[in-house]
């Protein structure tokens, strides 16, 4: 069971892989936005904006990576939606296949993808002066909160993939949270903003992966700061996932 269920998974990985790989749009709003607003804020607001010692662009990469993410887990929504209009889930149902895979696909997409759009994003950011003294076990720790903030964000996106109406509607979700770095400390540290704005971004969840990415760049000292960020991943990857399989159970049956 365990090998028809892997089995399964590669095949359909394989099939949505290739959609991603033929549709350039995807691939330029994934990386080259990002891109560009790395650009634009280091290079024109940069010179401007009070964030400390080091530069701009080390403090500023962090919040870029999130949006990064936030940015691709919106084809996810996307393609399961075609799928699911296209009638796909219905043929995968007739066939002798995990019904598990069928989401694991998708979701192994849009990690695999998010991880080129996240690598060519620093890549660019090297390029334009970011340095990190950062060790093997700090990048690792990078690494790992980044994928696992990229399996929350896709868990979540897929129960819109199966449950909007319409493409606009599968796809909105993520605007909010394409948002949400910009009141965070992602672009400004908090101290700077007004009382209840600085209150609402010091406790959400982009503020406090952020700020712990930040730190293992700059080899500052985490603290609890890197267990409180784990803690949101985790958190709303177990609330995503239980919600995404129950709105697949409801779609299939």
Not at 77 to 101: H, N, V, Y
Not at 137 to 163: C, D, E, M, Q, R
């Amino acid at each position: 069971m365990t090998t028809h269920f892997f089995g399964d998974t590669a095949v359909l990985t394989r099939r949505s892989m290739r959609h991603v790989t033929r549709s350039m749009d995807t691939i330029i709003t994934t990386a080259i936005t990002p891109i560009a607003m790395l650009v634009l804020f280091v290079y024109v607001f940069g010179g401007a904006i009070q964030h400390g010692t080091g530069s701009y662009v080390t403090y500023l990469l962090p919040g870029i990576l999130l949006i990064t993410i936030a940015s691709g887990i919106s084809y996810t929504a996307l393609r399961l939606f075609t799928d699911r209009q296209g009638g796909i889930f219905e043929r995968f149902q007739s066939m002798p296949i995990a019904r598990s895979s069928v989401l694991w696909a998708h979701v192994l997409t849009s990690l695999a993808a998010n991880v080129i759009s996240v690598a060519a994003v620093v890549a660019v950011a090297v390029g334009m002066g970011f340095r990190s003294g950062a060790g093997v076990l700090a990048w690792l720790a990078v690494a790992g909160i980044l994928i696992l903030f990229t399996l929350a964000l896709t868990w979540a996106a897929v129960i819109p993939g199966l449950t909007a109406k319409s493409v606009d509607g599968a796809s909105a979700f993520a605007y909010p949270l394409i948002f949400l770095p910009f009141v965070s400390s992602a672009f400004v540290p908090t101290g700077t903003m007004p009382g209840p704005v600085r209150a609402f971004a010091e406790h959400q969840p982009v503020t406090s992966i952020v700020n712990a990415v930040r730190d293992l760049f700059t080899r500052q000292p985490v603290g609890n700061g890197i267990w409180t960020a784990l803690a949101w991943c985790v958190g709303i990857l177990v609330v995503a996932y239980l919600f995404a399989n129950i709105s697949y159970r409801r779609t299939i049956s």
